[in-house]
């Protein structure tokens, strides 16, 4: 050949890669010059570095503006990966030779990885509708599926012919785009013209350096446009004035899940996992990756026997002839799998595609690549910690008295406040206490670029989330802001942002009046104060300015439940809800609590409250043992009166004994209580039944279904008590009207073996101590 080698590819396909290979092999051109920024030129030797494993992605972002960012992933299949490695390893010059990320970055309406990702992709363009080459070729071919067709042409294409013109495939698809760009011309991609200018000058360049014979590595769209014969002085007045910016550039871990198109990220491919296979198999694919899902599934507790992989094989294989495909693709294998390996079901077909055929492979790079000074404290501290970053969701389950434990929730919660979320708390499987935190954590490749931004805030991660907990505590302008981020402080342990943090919080406390903003910020305190007991951290301000805000909140409350719509009194609910458990964690909740109840009990008995705070007072009173029995079963009788209003009555039910706090039980339990409700219920008049109906299936609802079932099984038996508050003298149908003391007896052995009650197995319990072992 004469003139440049100009291999025009499809971005992460392992058919081009393959072919790529085999070219530069046949070639040996004195230079090899890849599509991508050339920025990334003084980083390219590491690509032989032993550490860097892919799939991994350059990351350019703007030095004054970090999330002004762009990423250009590379695979292990991806045709330029292949090309750079080939060069290293042959001491050939290799370099980038795409539009400056300086450029991309500056551009406001450009998508910076536009160029590198989308050449083969449909996509629609902010400009006009953009054309998909793969497309248009493979309905002009007669398929009506692209990925098919790329299939069937390139991907399994043979590679065992040696006689094969290693530049065919490169010639012919290079002709193809030649008959679309004439047709098409830029598809609708005006950026290309400036890419394809900038590419065409370096191209000129390189021969200059290196002679005609140099290599070219780029989107396949891009070929008739570096072949066009333009001047250098057109090319660069397509240059002219383009805006720029101060970039930096380095190398970061990337995925197989980035990789794919439904993974948030428009690379072009669905299946990166089985492109990596179709990669690296050396021979016979279709029964090499039978075998990874049959391991996969045994991994899953599925029978899968040898057996199955054989006839999956044959299966595929046979589906291919049928559809006349020149091998089994990743249509026949997946359909093959579904009906031999899955019985027929997409449950286990679903495990299949998320870890082998996207997969869950995260890439690794030296420690010798470029990095912010706060991503290499990170990584310092997660070896130190034992926490390797994972692209595969996992569960992790922390112990906070143990030391190692609480240095890595510090860590997470440190992160979390610079708002790089490697982890989310979660509710905990185990113990409820406070030392015990779980969290689930995953690492996206996006986080690089949180961690680059967050990096303006300081070198180590302690320093910087110290200060933007301080620049937040000072421009923090609600109180629930400030509050919630003193809790962040103190489960992040950071004792320097601290007085700030309290500084702006007593001065927002003092001067807010509104009752729901302090009722919101009073769970935060609570919890705080506890967070604070466990990491032994000095909370004492912290306690003062939370014992003021609940003295408001007593004040205030009774005035602000009055005059509430349906909405105002639902969202007042939830703070009344949240300061009641907060109360009962402060340091003075006695004397704290002694006004709460004196609150309580005047929202529980006054008229102008709205029924579900009503209600809601009247159960937290009787939870907390400050109401009588009787005196609950009155203020429900008055409540489900003839004169309230069936949805009133209705809201005070749903108050009382709705959500999942024990509502169901409790009327499980209390005969009285359910009587009530079911005398009401059926007294409702037939067109107000209708109005109250959601609200009541809302509260019910939330009950477990063996509570419901209990519930319907007492009421279809007839209710064992009357709408008053005197007990029926006898019980419901099936049910004993007392006591049966020798049955009692009988169970007491095993009861006391259970509880590890003192005493014989002889010994009698009166009535009371029974009721205290069965609650």
Not at 301 to 310: F, G, K, P, W
Not at 575 to 594: K, S
Not at 743 to 772: E, F, K, M, S, W
Request: glycine letters at 10%; one cysteine or more; charged letters at 25%.
């Amino acid at each position: 050949m004469t003139g440049p080698l100009l291999l025009g590819v499809r971005h992460h396909g392992p058919g081009s890669a393959r072919a790529v290979r085999a070219a530069l092999d046949a070639a040996s051109p004195p230079a090899v010059l890849i599509e991508g920024p050339p920025e990334g030129d003084a980083l390219l030797a590491l690509a032989a570095d032993e550490q860097m494993r892919p799939p991994v992605a350059l990351l350019a972002h703007a030095v004054d503006d970090p999330g002004r960012a762009a990423f250009w992933p590379l695979a292990e299949f991806s045709p330029e990966w292949v090309a750079i490695r080939w060069a290293l390893a042959r001491g050939v010059a290799v370099r980038f030779i795409d539009l400056p990320a300086a450029h991309s970055l500056a551009a406001e309406s450009s998508d910076p990885a536009d160029g590198e990702e989308t050449d083969e992709g449909g996509a629609e363009d902010r400009a006009g509708l953009r054309i998909d080459p793969i497309a248009v070729l493979a309905g002009t071919a007669g398929y009506d599926d692209p990925e098919r067709w790329w299939e069937d042409v390139i991907e399994h294409r043979g590679t065992g012919d040696r006689d094969a013109d290693p530049y065919g495939p490169f010639l012919a698809l290079g002709d193809a785009m030649a008959a679309l760009r004439e047709a098409y011309g830029h598809g609708g991609r005006d950026r290309d013209l400036v890419r394809e200018a900038y590419m065409r000058l370096q191209l000129r360049s390189a021969r200059k350096e290196f002679g005609d014979d140099v290599a070219v590595v780029c989107g396949a769209w891009h070929v008739p446009a570096l072949e066009e014969k333009t001047t250098v002085a057109a090319d660069r007045a397509l240059l002219k004035g383009l805006p720029r910016v101060r970039t930096e550039m380095t190398w970061v871990p990337w995925t197989h899940r980035r990789l794919a198109r439904h993974g948030g990220y428009g690379a072009g491919i669905d299946s990166p996992g089985w492109y990596g296979h179709l990669f690296s198999a050396p021979d016979r694919p279709v029964e090499r990756w039978m075998t990874k899902v049959a391991g996969l599934l045994r991994d899953e507790d599925r029978m899968v026997s040898s057996a199955h992989v054989i006839e999956a094989v044959r299966l595929a294989q046979t589906l291919a002839v049928m559809r006349g495909r020149p091998l089994a693709g990743l249509g026949e294998t997946t359909d093959a799998v579904r009906a031999v390996m899955c019985d027929g079901s997409d449950v286990p077909l679903d495990l299949v595609r998320d870890r082998l055929i996207v997969g869950d492979v995260l890439g690794e790079v030296p420690d010798s690549a470029p990095a912010v000074p706060l991503q290499r404290d990170l990584t310092r501290r997660q070896r130190s910690l034992r926490l390797k970053p994972e692209a595969l969701e996992r569960e992790l389950d922390l112990d906070l008295r143990k030391d190692t434990d609480a240095a890595r929730s510090r860590l997470l919660h440190r992160l979390r406040l610079l708002s790089v979320g490697w982890g989310e708390p979660v509710t905990g499987r185990g113990s409820t206490g406070t030392f015990r935190e779980s969290w689930r954590l995953r690492w996206e490749p996006e986080l690089s670029v949180k961690v680059a931004e967050a990096g303006v805030w300081g070198t180590t991660v302690l320093s910087a989330a110290t200060a933007k907990a301080e620049s937040q505590a000072v421009s923090a302008t609600a109180l629930g802001e400030v509050t919630a981020l003193a809790e962040q402080c103190l489960l992040a342990e950071l004792p320097d942002a601290l007085p700030v943090v309290m500084k702006a919080l007593a001065d927002r406390a003092a001067l807010d009046s509104d009752v729901g903003h302090l009722a919101q910020a009073l769970p935060a305190l609570a919890r705080s104060l506890r967070y604070g007991d466990v990491r032994s951290t000095d909370t004492a301000a912290l306690g003062e300015v939370a014992a003021g805000i609940a003295e408001r909140i007593c004040v205030g409350l009774p005035p602000a439940c009055t005059a509430l719509d349906a909405d105002g009194a639902a969202e007042m609910r939830g703070h009344l809800d949240g300061v009641h458990t907060a109360i009962g964690l402060l340091p003075e909740a006695r004397e704290v609590g002694e006004r709460w109840t004196s609150v309580l009990r005047r929202l529980a008995g006054r008229d102008t409250v709205p029924g579900v705070i009503r209600g809601r007072a009247a159960r937290l009173l009787l939870d907390d043992g400050r109401l009588e029995e009787d005196e609950a079963a009155r203020l429900m009788a008055l409540a489900l009166s003839s004169g309230t209003e069936p949805a009133e009555a209705a809201a005070w039910i749903e108050g009382f004994v709705g959500g999942a706090s024990g509502g169901g039980l409790l009327l499980v339990h209390d005969e009285r209580l359910l009587g009530l409700v079911d005398a009401w219920l059926t007294a409702v008049p037939a067109g107000a039944f209708t109005d109250v109906l959601p609200l009541l299936r809302r509260t019910f609802s939330a009950y477990e279904p063996g509570v419901r079932r209990t519930l319907g099984e007492l009421v279809r038996r007839g209710p064992a008590a009357t709408a008053g508050p005197a007990r029926s003298e006898t019980a419901a149908p099936g049910f004993g009207p007392g006591l049966d003391e020798g049955r009692a007896d009988a169970v007491l052995p095993v009861l006391h073996l259970l509880l590890g009650i003192v005493g014989t197995t002889g010994d009698r319990i009166d009535d009371n101590n029974l009721a205290g072992v069965a609650r």
